[in-house]
Antibody, heavy 121, light 111 residues
């Protein structure tokens, strides 16, 4: 049973870099795609991107130029970096998993607890 | 990529059935059986309720069911209960950007 626990800085100034990390507990680290999803306050969900155990990434085209997702296999962790953030990117950021391989799934389960990142001057 | 379209709100009385729609295009909902549904209570992370259009994960009540017709997917909650009051989001794979798109979200109110 995979469990995700995430952390990172919760308050940023405009133009700074958002940095979050998600630790994976249980399950096989190589059996999933590891995703980041965000949700502005009172609004809907937006898929940011994902990485697999080999380091292959896939990003939302609207964020691709500013996003980097990295994997740390030795610690069963993956991370999100988003450069040049603006106030409009204030949101709860979630890490989530998606089954990979022959039985690849197109759904997200489980999810981390979420981290509120506020961008304000 | 544009968000999938859901009604902003749906309500029903306890015991009734309600249906939430999720409309996309042939590049996402209509083109693949890769629609999933999530329930989100206030301040909580989303919870998977339905995957691949109509499959329920272990532990999810059989009061929740999913279907699809053309470019529109639907989530039906039967025997509505107070605990079902939450926000619901659909999601689909989209070939237009080989990524994932979510719906605009629907607030379900139990009267």
């Amino acid at each position: 049973q995979v469990q995700l626990q995430q952390w990172g800085a919760g308050l940023l100034k405009p133009s700074e870099t958002l940095s979050l990390t998600c630790a994976v507990y249980g399950g096989s680290f190589s059996a999933y795609y590891w995703s980041w999803i965000r949700q502005p306050p009172g609004k809907g969900l937006e898929w940011i991107g994902e990485i697999d155990h080999s380091g292959s990434t896939n990003y939302n085209p609207s964020l691709k130029s500013r996003v980097t997702i990295l994997i740390d296999r030795s610690n069963n962790q993956f991370s999100l970096k988003l450069i040049s953030v603006t106030a409009a990117e204030t949101a709860v950021y979630y890490c989530a998993s998606r089954i990979s391989g022959a039985a690849a799934g197109n759904w997200f389960d489980p999810w981390g607890q979420g981290t509120l990142v506020t961008v304000s001057s | 990529q544009s968000a999938l379209t859901q009604p902003a709100s749906v309500s029903g009385s306890p015991g009734q059935s309600i249906t939430i729609s999720c409309t996309g295009t042939s590049s996402d909902v209509g083109g693949y059986n890769y629609v999933s549904w999530y329930q989100q209570h206030p301040g909580k992370a989303p919870k998977l309720m339905i995957y691949d259009v109509s499959n329920r994960p272990s532990g999810v009540s059989n009061r929740f069911s999913g279907s699809k017709s053309g470019n529109t997917a639907s989530l039906t909650i039967s025997g509505l209960q107070a605990e079902d009051e939450a926000d619901y989001y659909c999601s689909s794979y989209t070939s237009s950007s080989t990524s994932y798109v979510f719906g605009t979200g629907t607030k379900v109110t139990v009267l």
